[in-house]
């Protein structure tokens, strides 16, 4: 069996950046794999609603936002899907993306944060950073995740750099509270083109992704915690990983985020099967 095949790199513009996506379509299924994981979307090709399941190598996922990017750029770019907007039906409700001039738009949810005891979690920052100087921790009910706010102190070379362990965290944190580590910092004031209002870096290695590459599930958590605590409700964001990745965020009336990015095709083929 013959299928097509196309590799999108999403939020990012530039080839070989961002976070990959393997996109094989098939007559009743487009299926999409980046790195180890997968996603299952529901064909066909010319509709505007589709269901859209995500898989990593040990576990369904409730919610992955570069795989959503790549298979919207697919259906819009490559397959010639004339919908402005595209809707998905998924474990996190509809997901819709739609177009823009210099990217895709998802219209994802927007997850608020509350304080941590630090107390409870010191075992597994400890683990994962050492004596990282650590200015606030915040945790996500809903999506299972734990937000560290590394020191003011810091800046973007900084946690590009930092040596994070990830193999001990599901032995350390075995309650299933806490499902994904998200690091990240304040933003640097003037002197960076373009500007970002905060940097990021995540991990996931109860769910078998040691860092993901650039996360749109976790900038549903990022964008309510940034948004508080600047004060803005329009800001650019960076995930500092490799292979890095810009989103562009923006807060809803309606209480979901938009979360724009940039996608590069970079290659296109057939798979045989």
């Given at each position: ?97 739609r177009r823009a001039d210099d990217g895709i738009v998802l ?64 032995q350390i944190e075995n309650t299933v509270k806490v499902k ?94």
């Amino acid at each position: 069996m013959k299928l097509p095949m196309f590799i999108v790199d999403a939020f990012t513009a530039r080839p070989f950046r961002g976070n990959p996506a393997a996109v094989c379509l098939l007559d009743r299924f487009t299926t999409c794999l980046h790195g180890s994981d997968l996603v299952s979307l529901t064909f066909p090709s010319e509709g505007s609603r589709f269901g859209l399941r995500w898989f990593t190598p040990v576990s369904e996922v409730p919610l992955c936002g570069h795989a959503t990017l790549a298979s919207a750029a697919v259906l819009f770019h490559k397959i010639g899907n004339t919908n402005s907007t595209l809707t998905f039906v998924t474990l996190s409700g509809e997901l819709k993306a739609r177009r823009a001039d210099d990217g895709i738009v998802l219209d994802f949810p927007l997850y608020p944060t509350f304080p941590q005891d630090v107390h409870e979690v010191e075992d597994l920052i400890k683990a994962a950073i050492g004596d990282t100087l650590v200015q606030d921790v915040q945790y996500s009910p809903d999506t299972q995740k734990l937000l560290v706010r590394l020191s003011d102190s810091y800046n973007r070379s900084f946690l590009e750099t930092l040596r994070v362990n990830t193999e001990t965290l599901p032995q350390i944190e075995n309650t299933v509270k806490v499902k994904g580590l998200i690091l990240t910092l304040k933003g640097e004031p003037g002197g960076q083109t373009p500007a970002y209002d905060f940097y990021s870096r995540y991990f996931a290695p109860w769910v078998g992704l040691a860092e993901d590459p650039v996360t749109g599930s976790a900038h549903t958590v990022l964008s309510s915690y940034w948004s508080e605590q600047l004060g803005k409700k329009e800001m650019r964001a960076f995930q500092c990983s490799r292979r890095g990745g810009r989103l562009d965020v923006s807060l809803r009336p309606d209480g979901r985020v938009d979360l724009k990015g940039g996608v590069a095709v970079v290659l296109e083929g057939t798979l045989m099967a």
